[in-house]
């Protein structure tokens, strides 16, 4: 049977091609079913409070970069999304006087905007390395901070971010999830081509690594609620990101959602899929279902209900 057509996109894949089942099943789930899920390779975890869930996320940054040695360097891959966590990551940095530098740990940014076939400067409002550096390394005591040449940001050279994972032991991978169900900006492709029919294959789709992507609309849309007012004609519309290579080099994907980037029903659904194996390149975060390490954090309160509540 063929696939549906995307109510959100027609010219593009989504989870609005999956099967109805699937779409049911993940609406009805409860919090006690969300952390049902839980298997083998995949956990689910909840947090009652925002500052636990927060420094939990930031703990998990120092756990990581601890493990770094000059001779056995370690680095983390991070996202500009959730952002709160790394206010705390300065701060616990400099209160255990952690010494980065002589530690040689490394970080990564997960992504940027690319604007007329490159990546944003720093000086650009929606810069992910200016908020990187602006809400945690800036905030680092120098003695502390990462050596300048172990902060990798992805541009337009792929080739060059590509070759700082090599010799690197990337022991988190960080993230939140978007509305379209993406990680970094791996979101679902175009509905042309090849794919007119079906989407990749999700064994396909993970051949993938660091490259320029075309954004899925849903996804131009929620940066511009989240991060620009609502002005969708100030989003770029392209990006480079982290792809699943990079992301089956690290050894724990962590995925954290406190309810403000992705909604009721798309916690549930990737969880559903997560914990049942069902791995579809229309949801591209199901990917992670095969990748042998993964948490997904929850804040309570903000897993919601897919109930109707008229407003």
Not at 38 to 51: C, H, I, M, Q
Not at 75 to 80: D, R
Not at 111 to 117: M, Q
Not at 300 to 311: A, D, K, L, T, Y
Request: proline share 7%; hydrophobic share 40%.
């Amino acid at each position: 049977m063929a696939r549906k057509t995307s109510i959100l996109a027609p010219d593009w894949w989504d989870f609005t091609t999956l099967d109805d089942d699937i779409l049911n099943d993940a609406a009805k789930l409860t919090a006690d079913d969300m952390r049902g899920m839980s298997r083998p390779g995949f956990k689910v975890v909840f947090y009652d409070t925002l500052e636990d869930f927060y420094l939990a996320e930031a703990l998990e940054y120092i756990s990581a970069w601890r493990q770094s040695t000059p001779d056995s360097p370690v680095g983390v891959c991070g996202p500009i999304g959730p952002t709160e966590q790394l206010p705390l990551v300065a701060r616990l940095i400099n209160e255990l006087e952690i010494n980065l530098s002589s530690l040689d740990a490394h970080f990564w940014g997960m992504d940027e905007w690319i604007l007329n076939g490159r990546a944003v400067p720093p000086d650009h409002p929606l810069s992910f390395v200016k908020a990187d550096r602006e809400l945690c390394f800036d905030l680092i005591k120098p003695e502390l901070r990462l050596r300048e040449e172990n902060m990798h940001f992805p541009t337009e050279k792929v080739e060059d971010f590509k070759a700082t994972w090599k010799g690197v032991r990337c022991a988190l991978m960080q993230g939140g999830q978007g509305d379209i169900k993406h990680w970094a900006f791996n979101d679902p492709v175009r509905r042309e081509g090849k794919y007119k029919d079906e989407p990749p294959s999700p064994a396909e789709y993970r051949q993938l690594a660091t490259r320029q992507v075309e954004l899925h609309p849903v996804t131009v849309m929620q940066n511009a609620r989240t991060s620009g007012g609502g002005v969708v004609t100030g989003v770029p519309t392209e990006a480079v990101t982290v792809g699943p290579v990079e992301t089956w080099q690290a050894e724990k994907v962590s995925i954290w959602q406190a309810g403000m980037h992705d909604n009721p029903f798309g916690m549930r659904l990737t969880t559903l899929m997560l914990g049942k194996k069902i791995a579809d390149s229309a949801v591209p975060m199901s990917l992670l279902a095969d990748h042998p390490n993964v948490q997904f954090n929850f804040y309570r309160p903000g897993i919601g209900s897919c109930s109707v509540e008229m407003h």
